[in-house]
């Protein structure tokens, strides 16, 4: 049995969504980040950064949630989920995968920190324009790629736009400019899918 743990409201959305998208067999474990669930057993001994979420699938556990997405879409390939190995599009797959993670999504995490996640003597209020300022070039990077189609790899919807469009969400609501009308459109048009409104009616 697949386990995702933790609170649908957080990264832990992009694996559930996945999960939905391939029609798997899973169990949801919440963790509590307000009780501080995540930072004591069981969670911390699964997770020891004491972050969500986490997979844990037989004997394998994995943390990061593009990974937990990318091994969920890989353990399903006829879903077509994800590019195969060793193909054109799955190099692409991992190029956006990471430039997801590593570039658009970093702004705002940084201002998640420095308004609520740090202790507020280690917050930092004067880094908040520079991350607001820093998201935009990552995203007309975005914006430029989606210039032709809703989609990021091989003409279908994959394991990639659910990332790309679950940071989106993550940007309006934590009050970023996304700046190009291409990227609103791309955001709404996946985040109606059946699989990610289903999960939010839970909520």
């Not at 969504?17 to 669930?37: H, P, S």
Request: proline share 8%; hydrophobic share 45%; charged share 25%.
């Amino acid at each position: 049995m697949l386990k995702i743990y933790g609170p649908i409201i957080s990264r832990t959305l992009r694996c559930l969504w996945t999960a939905e998208e391939l029609g798997c067999d899973y169990e949801r474990i919440n963790i509590d980040l307000m009780k501080g669930e995540h930072a004591r057993p069981p969670f911390s001994e699964i997770n020891p950064l004491k972050k969500v979420p986490a997979l844990v699938h037989d004997d394998l556990v994995l943390t990061e949630s593009a990974a937990i997405c990318t091994y969920l879409a890989d353990l399903f390939p006829k879903k077509e989920l994800i590019p195969e190995p060793r193909t054109p599009d799955r190099g692409r797959y991992d190029m956006w995968a990471s430039f997801i993670i590593s570039e658009l999504e970093q702004p705002l995490w940084i201002v998640s920190k420095h308004t609520f996640a740090l202790p507020e003597k280690l917050r930092v209020p004067d880094i908040l324009p520079t991350a607001h300022k820093e998201f935009l070039r990552p995203a007309a990077v975005l914006a430029g790629a989606l210039a032709h189609g809703p989609f990021l790899v091989g003409g279908r919807f994959t394991v990639a736009d659910i990332l790309a469009v679950h940071t989106l969400n993550w940007a309006l609501k934590a009050g970023f400019e996304l700046g190009h009308d291409v990227l609103e459109d791309y955001r709404k048009e996946h985040s109606s899918r059946p699989a990610l409104r289903g999960l939010l009616e839970k909520i």
